[in-house]
């Protein structure tokens, strides 16, 4: 079951914050940000692992709250190359062991000047 | 190369006609995913390898994709009898913890 990210696109500009939400129904393992520019592939951004794990990325960070199945991806004082679809998968906790990465819908971010 | 190779990066084909999708690792990653992307939409599982375990298989749409992996390494994504609707982008993305994608094949069924 794929987790549900909010909003679905959001236009910026430069300088100005994003927040990018992403939620599971199940408990999950772990959490994975990627970004996505148009005709590429998806660049790996983080992985967040343990409750309330946080990390960051240049001005890019993310938190995970484990106990409400719920990621954040923070972009702050955004740039135009932050552009692109940012996606997060999310893996399960599983008995039968399998850690399936199964991804959102995605968020189109604009940043414009 | 250090990332995920696919092959080939483009593939025309006849609907009807079987094809088979390439795609080659990072060494050392034990897990290995295949996703389908169609124009401007998200990223669809479809097969999870993971070391020598059975793959998860559940996100195959219909029993003409099937998928193996040799040697714990490269796998193959084959699709037979193409249809129309199978014309996307076919990512492979492996993993250690961390999870890389490669460039991808851009399907096109005529």
């Known amino acids: 079951q794929q987790p549900v990210q909010s909003p679905q696109a959001v236009i910026l500009r430069e300088g100005e914050d994003a927040v990018i939400n992403c939620s599971s129904s199940?408990?999950?393992?772990?959490v994975h940000w990627y970004r996505q520019k148009h005709g590429e592939a998806p660049v790996f951004l983080m992985i967040l692992l343990k409750g309330g794990e946080q990390k960051g990325h240049d001005k890019i960070s993310a938190s995970f709250n484990e106990k409400k199945q719920q990621s954040s991806l923070y972009l702050t004082a955004s740039q135009l190359s932050y552009s692109g679809t940012y996606f997060c998968?999310?893996?399960?906790?599983?008995?039968?062991?399998?850690?399936?990465?199964?991804f959102g819908k995605g968020t189109k971010l604009s940043v414009i000047p | 190369g250090a990332g995920v190779s696919q092959s080939p990066s483009n593939k025309v084909t006849e609907k009807g006609k079987d094809v088979e999708l390439r795609c080659d690792p990072i060494?050392?990653?034990?897990?290995l995913y295949w996703y389908r992307q169609s124009l401007g939409q998200g990223l669809e599982f479809l097969i999870y390898f993971q070391g020598n375990s059975a793959p998860d298989k559940s996100g195959l749409p219909s029993d003409r994709f099937s998928a193996e992996r040799t040697g714990g390494s490269v796998s193959t994504l084959t699709i037979q009898r193409t249809q129309q609707e199978d014309s996307a982008v076919y990512l492979c993305a492996s993993s250690c913890r961390d999870s890389y994608f490669g460039p991808g094949t851009r399907l096109t069924v005529t």
């Open positions: 199940k408990a999950l393992y772990s």
């Open positions: 060494s050392g990653h034990t897990a």
């Open positions: 998968g999310t893996v399960p906790y599983s008995g039968a062991g399998s850690y399936q990465l199964t």
